[in-house]
């Protein structure tokens, strides 16, 4: 069964910085594209950013996060991580890894890992 355990979230201030790391368990891990997606209190599920299966090259953002944060993968040990910078208010959301792919298709979620941003 796939698995995703997502970590590093926390309580920050407006302007820090958090990273959020992943620990994919799948087969090929290399061979997908990944993604992070976000879940902010009373609204859907959203896509923050994917990143491919080409060694990384390819890195895609939702504009909303776009120069702020970064979308990165360590093939060699499963791992995804999600560098975040200059954070605000409305980046408050629980934080998902998965497999890049429409929301609505995908059945199998970790727990997350909640990030607040906060004065």
């Known amino acids: 069964q796939v698995q995703f355990v997502e970590s590093g979230g926390g309580l920050v201030h407006p302007g820090e910085s958090l990273r959020l790391s992943c620990v994919a368990s799948?087969?090929?891990?290399?061979?997908?594209?990944m993604a992070w997606y976000r879940q902010a209190p009373g609204k859907e599920r959203e896509l923050v950013a994917f990143i491919g299966s080409d060694n990384g090259r390819t890195k895609t953002y939702v504009d909303s996060v776009k120069g702020r944060f970064t979308i990165s993968r360590d093939d060699a040990k499963n791992h995804l991580y999600l560098q975040m910078d200059s954070l605000k208010y409305e980046d408050t959301a629980v934080y998902y890894c998965n497999k890049f792919g429409s929301i609505g298709l995908i059945t199998s979620w970790g727990q997350g890992t909640q990030v607040t941003v906060a004065s």
């Open positions: 799948i087969s090929a891990f290399s061979n997908y594209y």
